[in-house]
């Protein structure tokens, strides 16, 4: 697996034409210099984990155990994720993600507890299938020849003139990981998930006002809803492409709202929307809003109308430049 995103404002989208890019001339660097350039590349997965490895962003430097994780996630299965960063080798990180994976099992409290204040009940959560990631720009063959037997596994990135970053699975493990990604896809778009799921062991209340609220949303022109593992998500489709609008996530005491808008440009005075950009990532989106009565979806309808725009319009730019 190869994969090419564009890096525009710290935020990536996927390149599907690659053309041939030049890696330019690798040199040393101090150990101040690495711990600054790992912590920018952290960043910049964190900010767009979902669009990069399909995980949810859950916490960042979380110390579980003994352990003290570089990020930690959720992917669309439920799965727990473990990621580490390294500027240059992954191997010095092997036996680092060996005792955080321990040290995580031995205190699964901690993660139910991140998961419970970003509204994941303990139910979506898949513990026997905890995933540990690498990533870094090299490995050595000791280390690819041995990750599959650990479960580890490894990713290598380049990031080319500060606009382009390339991802690369390496060994079995990881590469049999994305095959089950695509897998997986191709699944929920078979309808593999329902609304029925997920308004299970819902309050009726709760069914009419999630009904009430896709119907606003539906009826917005060329909006279509796409039913994940965790959410429904409700996106603008053109013929040049598509984006996220919005995402709902019903709970037994409401409707977690995600709206899909860069950082500072939803227009809220009166601060009713939840700037969730520097706590976590809920599908794709810097905005969160929990909605418990009809009253409040009149009152927040406005704000995901701003991103149907919003997003209606960077569909269309991408369109004209091309």
Same mark, same amino acid.
């Given at each position: 697996m190869?994969e &090419?995103?564009?890096?525009n404002?710290?935020?990536? *989208?996927? +390149?599907k034409k690659?053309?041939?890019?030049?890696?330019?001339?690798?040199s040393n660097?101090s150990?101040e210099?690495?711990?600054?350039?790992?912590g920018?590349?952290?960043?910049?997965?964190?900010?767009? &984990?979902?669009?990069?490895l $399909?995980i949810?962003?859950?916490?960042s430097?979380?110390?579980?155990?003994?352990?003290r994780?570089?990020?930690?996630?959720?992917?669309?299965?439920?799965?727990?994720?473990? =990621?580490e960063?390294?500027?240059?080798? $992954?191997?010095?990180?092997?036996?680092?993600?060996?005792?955080?994976?321990?040290?995580?099992?031995?205190?699964?409290y901690?993660?139910?507890?991140?998961?419970?204040?970003?509204?994941?009940g303990?139910d979506?959560?898949?513990?026997?299938?905890?995933?540990?990631l690498?990533?870094?720009?090299?490995? *050595?063959?000791?280390?690819?020849? =041995?990750?599959s037997d650990?479960?580890?596994?490894? &990713?290598?990135y380049?990031?080319?003139n500060?606009k382009f970053?390339?991802l690369?699975?390496?060994g079995?493990?990881?590469?049999?990981k994305?095959?089950?990604?695509?897998?997986?896809?191709s *699944?929920?778009?078979?309808n593999s998930?329902s609304?029925k799921?997920?308004?299970?062991g819902?309050?009726k209340?709760?069914?009419?006002?999630?009904?009430?609220s896709?119907?606003?949303?539906?009826?917005?022109?060329?909006?279509?809803?796409?039913?994940?593992?965790?959410?429904?998500?409700?996106?603008?489709?053109?013929?040049?492409?598509?984006t996220?609008v919005?995402?709902i996530? =019903?709970?037994?005491?409401?409707?977690?709202?995600? &709206?899909?808008v860069q950082?500072?440009k939803?227009n809220?005075?009166?601060?009713? +929307?939840q700037?969730?950009s520097?706590?976590?990532?809920?599908?794709?989106?810097?905005?969160?809003v929990?909605?418990?009565?009809?009253?409040?979806?009149?009152?927040v309808?406005?704000?995901?109308?701003?991103?149907y725009?919003?997003?209606?319009?960077?569909v269309?730019?991408?369109?004209?430049?091309?």
């Amino acid at each position: 697996m190869v994969e &090419l995103f564009q890096i525009n404002d710290s935020k990536t *989208s996927k +390149v599907k034409k690659v053309e041939r890019l030049s890696t330019g001339e690798q040199s040393n660097f101090s150990k101040e210099k690495v711990r600054r350039e790992e912590g920018k590349l952290q960043k910049l997965f964190e900010a767009n &984990l979902e669009e990069i490895l $399909g995980i949810e962003y859950i916490a960042s430097e979380r110390a579980i155990g003994r352990g003290r994780i570089d990020t930690i996630g959720i992917d669309n299965d439920g799965a727990p994720c473990i =990621i580490e960063f390294k500027f240059e080798s $992954g191997d010095e990180a092997f036996s680092q993600v060996l005792a955080y994976r321990k040290s995580f099992q031995d205190n699964k409290y901690n993660f139910k507890d991140l998961c419970h204040k970003k509204g994941i009940g303990e139910d979506k959560i898949d513990w026997n299938s905890l995933r540990v990631l690498i990533i870094a720009k090299k490995y *050595s063959h000791r280390i690819t020849s =041995i990750a599959s037997d650990y479960k580890v596994e490894l &990713l290598t990135y380049h990031i080319y003139n500060e606009k382009f970053l390339c991802l690369n699975s390496v060994g079995e493990l990881t590469q049999s990981k994305t095959r089950k990604k695509k897998q997986n896809i191709s *699944s929920q778009k078979q309808n593999s998930y329902s609304i029925k799921d997920h308004l299970a062991g819902k309050d009726k209340q709760i069914g009419k006002l999630f009904r009430k609220s896709q119907s606003k949303i539906l009826g917005l022109e060329n909006v279509a809803k796409e039913v994940k593992k965790r959410y429904i998500a409700y996106k603008y489709i053109a013929d040049n492409g598509s984006t996220n609008v919005v995402a709902i996530e =019903i709970q037994r005491g409401g409707l977690k709202v995600g &709206l899909n808008v860069q950082k500072g440009k939803l227009n809220d005075p009166q601060g009713l +929307v939840q700037d969730f950009s520097n706590i976590g990532n809920f599908a794709n989106a810097n905005y969160m809003v929990t909605i418990t009565n009809e009253s409040q979806l009149e009152e927040v309808f406005p704000f995901i109308l701003q991103s149907y725009n919003i997003n209606k319009a960077k569909v269309k730019a991408k369109k004209s430049k091309k």
